[in-house]
């Protein structure tokens, strides 16, 4: 039975190596939603603090939003050079894996060892030992998030 289109998003979180070349394999859960949802290719780009990966239709989407209403922003300039200048197409090769450029790879540290992060929409990549103490970070101000989930109707 096909799952519904509204129930595949990227999610969980896995680790993985880069071989030699930069390549990165994609998940199959994620290649599922890729496959099932929008198309076979991502657009990469720098972050803040990782690289993200986001379908190609989620990414126009992100796009029209920045010239749309980035533009009403003030100091969004900064911004948009910085992410936009990193866009790189990564379609997906038979095998299931992306080529992340060696320029994004070398901003962020990424060497061999990844976790992938599945953020719904999108999905993050980052260098093992960066995730390693970002996660330490969330889980030391968890309580923070209370707010927020309490608003959201969540706890």
Not at 19 to 45: C, H, M, Q
Not at 78 to 91: I, K, L, Q
């Amino acid at each position: 039975m096909k799952q519904q289109v509204s129930s595949l998003r990227f999610r969980s979180r896995s680790e993985h190596s880069l071989d030699t070349k930069g390549r990165l394999n994609i998940p199959s859960r994620f290649r599922e939603v890729l496959r099932e949802v929008y198309t076979e290719a991502v657009v990469v780009t720098n972050w803040q603090k990782s690289l993200k990966a986001f379908p190609v239709a989620e990414w126009e989407s992100l796009e029209e939003k920045l010239v749309n209403e980035g533009r009403k922003q003030p100091d969004m300039a900064d911004f948009v050079r910085y992410v936009v200048s990193g866009v790189t197409e990564c379609p997906l090769d038979k095998q299931g894996r992306i080529l992340l450029p060696p320029t994004l790879r070398s901003e962020f540290g990424i060497d061999k060892e990844v976790v992938l992060i599945g953020m719904l929409e999108h999905f993050e990549i980052w260098d093992k030992s960066a995730w390693n103490l970002e996660t330490q970070r969330t889980r030391e101000r968890f309580a923070d998030f209370n707010p927020s989930l309490s608003s959201m109707g969540i706890m």
